[in-house]
């Protein structure tokens, strides 16, 4: 390590000397107060930059940086392998192997093999330029749970502090991909989860998190209650919106077991003779149904029982009902009167319609009767008993796990149910997916079969062992693991994969002088540049014609827009080792300067060039900066 500190992490609050009953709004707010709380750790305005080991997926020991360090901040190429599209044959599908990109540019589905902190800079630059609602809608990651997984070689004084900073670096990059009304879900531990809340406060506000979904992984069995104390069956997944105002999740329902209160059955049903309905316990129904004696019928069917009839009653869900009080004070004048009536005349049921549409009330010695027909939903392909879904999940253990999707992944997979549950809640068809800790591709295979698009993230071979394989299942519609029955999935769709690129920036091995990698384009290097700093690349047309009539010698131009809507223009202007312009003479950078300083958000202006500048240093206005490159991007790299 670059840097040895021992401590710990803390806690900070604005004002907090002072006791809350003597703060009044003034005394509260001043210019450098913060939301508090924010949490605080070892190297925190620092970033980690770590070589990777791409055999295993893994970071090499790590480094403490600069944040602006042009390795952990650079925007890579993505690099064209191939594309697999689903091709229908013979009412089968086959995957067809596309090796021009080209002729995959109508494909959306992405995945990514490489570090996910330099593809998410690749995806943010990719993201900036689209409207907002061609952003992403859902993001879902499962981090490793502590930097003993992301890294064979680390110090426990660290470990906190760096898996803090590999959270804060991605999850920075991730809001900014994210539609306005975009959601992301983090699955963690029990240890990790204050520190990964506090953080996420900090950077999506503490307003947008929505809520801390738990769920139940496990059974209080085996090896885990040997240790006195409570038994760890749990973990969790955080909620936060992009945007308070935006965020509108679809309303779901979780299956549940029968609902016992349901215990009555009308056994001669007829919607239009219901005055003279007749009614017996849903057992001795179930009973006579099987015909078996009601005293023998749970010994008959033993563990099988509640299967059965849960059946029965699913079948019968028009006949099964219950009884349920009427509250006076609740219901409309005619529905008391008929609540009255039925008491008076206990020897049919009564019938109410009612004026806004909804199911007529059915009304048996003053209580109305409910069905279970209007109980159950369609819930994983299947009609079941309904709740609301709660934030304590109990249905989506992991079963059968090292089944889904064909690909063993040790304690690594996430089920499909879990996933489909938490795109479903927050998008439709057609919406985008965002998963940067790829694994075993669960999240993609998900995502597709639900007909969701989605991108994807793995740093190692796996992406190659177990997600390509894994999606080719999913094309041809083999996979039938996972949520494949609940969804009816019979394969088709596409994806293209890539590798990420190498640097805007090479040494050369003999003379240890750094360059930029020409082979890139300078177009991409240019825009890479000013997006590692920050910049989001514009559009912006405002030079004379006469000044850049050459398309490719150009500048690129971007802004940083700050609280105030002022923003900083930074401009990438390079000359290749080919080309004989090496020097912006003193007219140019006056007409660069003074055209952007026209612009009506304009705050202050930086150049990035490794031209010659012809410019007196003490003529140079305090708003306008320039940054020779790549002398600075090393100089930087060497502090």
């Known amino acids: 390590m670059a840097k040895k500190y021992k401590g710990s992490l803390s806690l900070e609050w604005f004002n907090k000397q002072k006791a809350i009953v003597n703060l009044n709004e003034d005394s509260i707010k001043s210019e450098n107060d913060i939301p508090a709380p924010r949490i605080n750790w070892i190297n925190k305005e620092e970033a980690l930059f770590y070589e990777l080991n791409e055999e295993e997926g893994k970071g090499n020991t790590p480094y403490w940086v600069n944040r602006d360090d042009i390795r952990v901040k650079e925007a890579r190429p993505l690099v064209f392998q191939k594309a697999f599209k689903a091709v229908a044959k013979d009412e089968e599908f086959t995957i067809q192997e596309i090796d021009n990109e080209e002729d995959a540019l109508d494909i959306e589905n992405m995945l990514i093999k490489g570090d996910n902190l330099l593809a998410l800079n690749t995806l943010k630059k990719h993201f900036d330029k689209l409207p907002d609602n061609e952003k992403v809608k859902c993001i879902y990651i499962d981090p490793p749970y502590n930097t003993g997984s992301a890294f064979d070689h680390y110090d426990d004084n660290f470990k906190h502090s760096e898996w803090l900073t590999l959270m804060r670096d991605r999850l920075t990059i991730l809001k900014k991909t994210l539609q306005d009304s975009g ?18 406060d900090d950077i999506f506000g503490k307003e947008n998190r929505k809520n801390i979904i738990t769920l139940k992984r496990g059974s209080a069995t085996g090896a885990k ?30 299956g549940k077991s029968r609902d016992e209160r349901y215990s009555t059955f009308i056994t001669n049903y007829d919607n239009t003779n219901f005055e003279n309905w007749k009614f017996c316990s849903l057992l ?77 009330y059915y009304i048996y010695k003053g209580s109305i009767i409910l069905f279970v027909k209007d109980r159950l939903k369609t819930i994983d392909g299947k009609l079941s008993f309904s709740e609301p879904l709660s934030d304590i999940w109990m249905d989506t ?84 693991s996972g949520i494949s029955k609940s969804v009816n999935w019979q394969g088709g769709g596409s994806f293209k994969y890539y590798h990420l690129g190498e640097s805007i920036i090479s040494i ?132």
């Open 397 to 480: 253990l992991p079963n059968d796990l090292h089944n889904e999707g064909g690909v063993d992944f040790r304690k690594g997979k996430k089920p499909e149910k879990l996933l489909q549950r938490l795109i479903e809640l927050v998008t439709d068809e057609g919406d985008t997916v965002l998963d940067i800790f790829g694994g075993s591709g669960s999240t993609f295979g998900t995502a597709h079969k639900m007909n969701r698009k989605w991108i994807g993230v793995e740093i190692g071979n796996h992406a190659e062992t177990h997600i390509i394989p894994r999606l080719s299942a999913v094309l041809k519609g083999t996979d039938t």
């Open 183 to 200: 959601t992301i879900f983090i699955s963690i531990d029990n240890e990790e989860l204050p520190y990964l809340m506090v953080l996420m």
């Open 508 to 639: 050369d091995e003999e003379t240890k002088k750094g360059e930029f990698n020409w082979s890139l384009g300078k177009q991409f290097i240019q825009e890479s540049l000013l997006q590692s700093y920050d910049f989001v690349v514009q559009d912006i047309n405002v030079f004379p014609a006469q000044i850049f009539q050459d398309e490719d010698n150009k500048p690129t131009v971007g802004k940083i827009v700050g609280s105030s809507n002022v923003a900083v223009y930074g401009l990438a202007f390079l000359a290749t080792p080919q080309e004989s312009n090496l020097t912006i003479t003193n007219e140019e950078v006056k007409t660069i300067y003074s055209t952007l300083r026209n612009q009506p958000d304009f705050q202050s202006l930086v150049i990035y060039s490794n031209k010659g500048i012809d410019i007196a240093q003490d003529t140079i206005p305090e708003d306008l900066a320039i940054i020779k490159v790549p002398h600075a991007i090393f100089s930087e790299l060497e502090r």
């Open 225 to 254: 209650v040997i240790n006195p104390g409570l038994v760890n069956i749990s973990e969790f997944i955080l909620v936060y919106s992009n945007d308070i105002e935006n965020w509108k999740p679809n309303k779901l329902y979780s």
């Open 284 to 360: 001795e129904a179930f009973a006579s149904f099987h015909k078996i004696e009601k005293r023998q019928v749970k010994k008959h069917f033993g563990s099988s029982f509640e299967d059965e009839i849960t059946n029965f009653i699913t079948d019968n869900s028009e006949r099964v009902i219950r009884f349920a009080s009427l509250d006076s004070n609740s219901i409309s004048k005619s529905a008391r009167e008929l609540k009255i009536k039925s008491k008076q005349d206990d020897s049919k049921v009564f019938k109410l319609e009612r004026d806004n549409g909804k199911n007529p």
